[in-house]
């Protein structure tokens, strides 16, 4: 009985107060999601399947001329499928395997016309540093984040501290972690090896709590645009990252380059352990094309064969054109690798987008040695494929299902399957 109340009879209580509350005061919005996931994963992990409810209340209002402060509250209500073990396998839940509740924003916001400044807790979203919404309860970051808007161009300055999010952030969705110890950071070489004790690889290495510097400058015109960001997790590692774009003929080109250097405490520790060591180049290119009202977009990613620990979405952002929905789940040991992707975007029916994706990796087997499936021998290449159906009901409620697979050389195969009932007023 307890548990019947506390899964169906209590949120249940909360959504109709809070659609009482929305319509006694238009700054109060809700997003409320029905997420069934299920993963057939390889043997490093076992199987995952949940199924829960998320909730975002959140409260804004102008407080002053030109001064707004917010507030949103998040939680995650699990409807029985994590078991006994309370095992994390789907990336949801807290680092316990519980559901959870949050304060998930909280924040002081300045604006002027197109320009601003935040400060506190905030959905934050940039190529490397990204809310990552991923159909559940997107991440968020604690901080100071600004905008100077120049026409055509902006600048962007901040500074974050901690982020909360199950996906990133050491799988803890119910906590804030410092930006230090939350990176995914897998050691490419022919040992599958975080870079210290999983889940947050820097714990034991020495490195301090310290956030990340983040600047940023982009230009877009009606036929081109151009981006460059660094940011500097300090006593940990420096990215910059670049993007260049622009249209001719009807096609649209597109060119990334991204770098990463250990700085600081890690870069001190790296002289005397390998592990520590992160130095690595990821660079890619892009040409999409609209045939018959459908957009495709054939893409290219490289990685450089340095010995390095390797970052893959390690604050929620992953920009690379090859990777795309839930296929970059599967990307963690591509030291030398060469990717190639097809995607095409089009809509058969009103309201349902569709996204259909294939790719190929053309791996070093002397590098996914233990890395990709636990064996001796290595893998010379992999393909992902994905889709996603999405159908769009009206502006509050929408469905969408999403599926991503891998097939190793090996034979091996893994699949991710996420449907997701959202209703955001």
Known sequence: MKNILKKIILPSSLILMTTELIAQEKDYFVDMRAVYVNYNQDFYWADGEAFVTSLKLGYKKEIYENFEAGVVFGAIADFGLNGEDKTNNTYIYDKDGDTFSILHQAYLKYSFEKSFIELGRFEFTSPLIDSDDYFVLANSFEGVNSNIN?????????????????????YDGGSFVSMSKSPWMHKADKNRTYVTD????????????????????????????FQICDYYAHELMNSIYAEVGFKLNGYEFGVQYNTFDSV????????????????YSVWGAKVSKNIYDADFTLAYMGVSDDESAHLWGSWGGFPYFASGMMVSYFETSLRDASVYSLNSDFSIFKNLNTTLHIGYYDLNKQYTKDSLRGVDDGED????????????????????????????????????????LKYKF
């Open 198 to 225: 999983w889940p947050n690889p820097v714990t034991t290495l020495g490195v301090d709590d310290e956030g990340i510097s983040f600047a940023s400058f982009d230009y877009s015109g009606d036929n081109y645009k």
């Open 381 to 420: 290449y992999m393909y992902t494929y994905g889709i996603s159906n999405s159908y769009k009901f009206s502006d509050e409620l929408s469905f969408t299902f999403k599926l991503a697979g891998r097939t190793l050389e090996s034979g091996d195969d893994n699949t991710l399957v996420r449907t997701i």
């Open 264 to 279: 600081g405490q890690l870069e001190d520790i790296s002289k005397t352990n390998s592990l520590a060591i992160i130095d």
């Open 150 to 170: 120049l026409g055509d161009a902006n600048i962007k300055l901040g500074h974050i501290s901690r982020m909360s999010g199950a996906w990133d952030a050491g």
